[in-house]
Each structure stands twice: as structure tokens, then as C-alpha cells.
């Protein structure tokens, strides 16, 4: 009988150590699987609805810029949030869909937005002040940022909101001053390739440099030696 109990016991500890040793390998998966979308920056990437009513050639100019602008995020290795491999834009007049994605508390990192500005205000729908996205309501630790909006960048408000200010491996892009849509597509054509093969700074004045029918007032904050890649 003792020998029996013997083979019990010791037959039921090894189904307890498997089972134990079955938990933790589930545990230390769940953390991987959670480490590693932790360390996927993600980005997204919104446009005024109102583009939809330009001309021909000035939305095609604009459809032009915001895919360039979407793709050149992947391209420096981040996650579009709706597709994996797709520079999907989403189209807006409601400027808390925006702001929904600049409060979440999540691995939320990277920004661009074609909208309307000045150097106060970014917004929606143009001349409608309940659609204006002011400095003061923006907050987070953005590590990449491109407002293609005119002017927004005349000052540092903007750069100070989105935290890329004196930190390194961040920073804001934008314009300084007033630009016609087909100046910014033509920007995007060049800094697209030139985007992660040197620092931002340079990436963005060699790519002004090649625009010769527009004005192309380009301005960076933050690390100016940062190839912008994750």
C-alpha cells in the first residue's frame, strides 16, 4: 500500500509541476506578445474634409501631399493604426476625432494632420471657431509631428504643446508661413525620398530646395540631427 501511495504522489506531483510550468510559459507569452505591441509607435494621419471641394487639380495636389506625408511615416517605421501596409488618412470635419487621438494614454507617438491653420489655431472646417484645435489642448510626448497647415509653425506653440522641445530622437515639422497646395505636394515628392537616409533638417531644406514654381516655408523643431526613423 505505501508503495502505491508512493506512485500516486509522486505521479500527481509531476502533473502539478506540468501544470505550473504550463502557467508560467502562458505568462511569459502574454508578456512578450504585450512588450512587443507596447514597442510598435503608432501613428495616424487626419485631413480636413473640406479639400473634398476643391478643384480637380488642387485636390488631386492635396490627395497628393497627405499620401506622401502617411506613407513617409511608415517609411521611418511606424504603424499606420488602421492598416499595416496602407497610408490610410482619415478625413474629418469634427475636430474631436483629432483631439480623441492626441488624449489617448497609449503607445500614440506619431502625428500628421493637412488642416487648416495660423500660427494660434489649426482646425477642421476653416472660419468655424468651434472647430479650432488650440495649442492649450494638446498634451503627450509626441515623438514625431507634421502639421501641414499654413503658418502654424511661425511660432514654437505648437512645438512646446506636442513636448518635442530638448528632447532628443523628436521632433515637429510644418510651415512658417502660407502655402499653396500644390507647393507642398511637390515638397512631399522629395522629402518622401529623402526621409530616413538624413537628419530630418536636412531632409526637409534639400527638399525645399528642389521646389521651383512654389514657396515652400519649411520649419523644424526638436533634434535637427534625428533621421526621424524609430
Known sequence: MEEIFCKEVFFNMNISKKIYMAIVIGIISLLIIN??????????????????????????????????????????????????????????????????????????YGFYIYAHGDPYVFTMIKNDESQYIYPREISGN??????????????????????????????IMGWYKEIDHRGSSQWWNYFYAYAGNMGLRDACLKAAGKVDNWSTPIKMYGDKSWNGRV
Open 142 to 171: 509626441w515623438h514625431l509631428v507634421f502639421l501641414d497647415s499654413c503658418s502654424c509653425l511661425a511660432t514654437d506653440r505648437f512645438a512646446r504643446a506636442f513636448n518635442v522641445i530638448g528632447h532628443n530622437r523628436r521632433a
Open 35 to 108: 512588450i512587443n505591441v507596447y514597442c510598435i509607435e503608432r501613428y495616424k494621419a487626419f485631413m480636413s474634409n473640406d479639400y473634398e471641394r476643391l478643384s480637380s487639380d488642387l485636390k488631386n495636389a492635396v490627395y497628393n501631399a497627405k499620401d506622401k506625408g502617411a506613407r513617409t511615416f511608415m517609411k521611418l517605421g511606424y504603424k499606420n493604426v488602421f492598416s499595416s501596409n496602407i497610408p490610410i488618412v482619415e478625413a474629418t470635419s469634427d475636430k474631436n476625432v483629432v483631439l480623441n487621438w492626441i488624449r489617448e494614454k497609449s503607445n500614440n
